[in-house]
């Protein structure tokens, strides 16, 4: 993961208005700009890493630890059931000899 900051800045004073608006030149300089790149994955080195950092992800993974088994189980349990109604809808037409449409099954 990794963060960007852009920090730009730029100003036009606002021409009065009796002049026509100006047109931009080519040539034209840009305000200098900073950017800033982050490797997050640094901190989750627990030697180097930030140690706060690493305490709380410990907590906010074990608090969450249940959450992630049941979504895991329920993926699971999706992909079985989704296995069986293959089997099946693929038995059916066999028993039909073929005579089955199954570009209109979308699993």
């Known amino acids: 993961m990794a963060i960007l900051t852009v920090s730009v800045s730029a100003q036009r004073t606002a021409a009065p208005p009796s002049q026509p608006a100006s047109t931009p030149q080519a040539n034209a300089t840009l305000p200098t ?14 030697k180097t890493g ?31 059931l989704q296995d069986e109604i293959t089997k099946a809808i693929s038995t059916l037409c066999r028993r039909r000899r073929g005579q089955c449409d199954l570009s209109v099954i979308d699993l």
């Open 33 to 46: 700009s900073k950017i800033a790149l982050i490797y997050s994955d640094a901190f989750l080195d627990p």
């Open 50 to 80: 930030i140690a706060k950092f690493n305490v709380v992800l410990g907590t906010l993974n074990r608090e969450f630890q249940k959450q992630k088994d049941d979504l895991t189980q329920m993926q699971q349990r999706s992909k079985q």
